[in-house]
């Protein structure tokens, strides 16, 4: 199971290095990771268990902040050089 979640994480981090911050292929593929992570962290929110995995809910809570920090900024290039054009 850790080695499939290995290959994942570096499945993502490679496509994110092929993209270009500021373009809409790269605001998409943020948007995937977003959601692919909040259905994580939605699953650990659900059973007996929600209270043990209260830590990894959080650390997964503050990088899709990250992420959607990462996106915003990446449409506001968007709209900057759309508006230049």
């Known amino acids: 199971m850790k080695h499939k979640k290995l290959k994942y994480s570096k499945l993502l981090l490679e496509e994110l290095s092929e993209t270009i911050m500021g373009t809409d292929d790269y605001s998409t593929k ?9 259905m994580i962290k ?31 900024k990446s449409d506001k290039i968007i709209l900057q050089g759309k508006e230049n054009v």
């Open 30 to 38: 943020i948007e995937d990771i977003i959601k692919d992570l909040q």
């Open 42 to 72: 939605n699953q650990l929110k659900k059973g007996s268990n929600k209270k043990f995995y209260r830590k990894e809910a959080s650390r997964l809570q503050t990088a899709i902040q990250s992420l959607r920090y990462l996106r915003k």
